[in-house]
Nanobody
């Protein structure tokens, strides 16, 4: 079992910045992927950004150039720096850990961007 726990999020004006952090605890596999997904009301959950334990990153086209994912393998943490936020970034953001054939989700943190 792995438990990802998110922190950060909140309310920000358009153009502002927020930073999300996630710490995973439990039976961590050395080879894994940690990332962020989001789900807006009435929409499906979508990938925002992910990063492998080897450092490979993947970003949604809608956040490229604005969001940056980083991680600390020693601490089993992943962060998402979100800049130039837009109202359409408003969603619940979920941390995901995938490793050993399993994936686990955090409980989510709300990000609201006002126009």
């Amino acid at each position: 079992q792995v438990q990802p726990v998110e922190s950060g999020g909140g309310l920000v004006q358009a153009g502002g910045s927020l930073r999300l952090s996630c710490a995973a605890s439990g039976s961590i596999f050395s080879i894994n992927v940690m990332g962020w997904y989001r789900q807006a009301p009435g929409k499906q959950r979508e990938l925002v950004a992910a990063m492998t334990s080897g450092g490979t990153t993947n970003y949604a086209d809608s956040v490229k150039g604005r969001f940056t994912i980083s991680r600390d393998n020693a601490e089993n943490t992943v962060s998402l720096q979100m800049n130039s936020l837009k109202p359409e970034d408003t969603a619940v953001y979920y941390c995901n850990y995938a490793g050993g054939g399993y994936d686990y989700w955090g409980q989510g943190t709300q990000v609201t961007v006002s126009s």
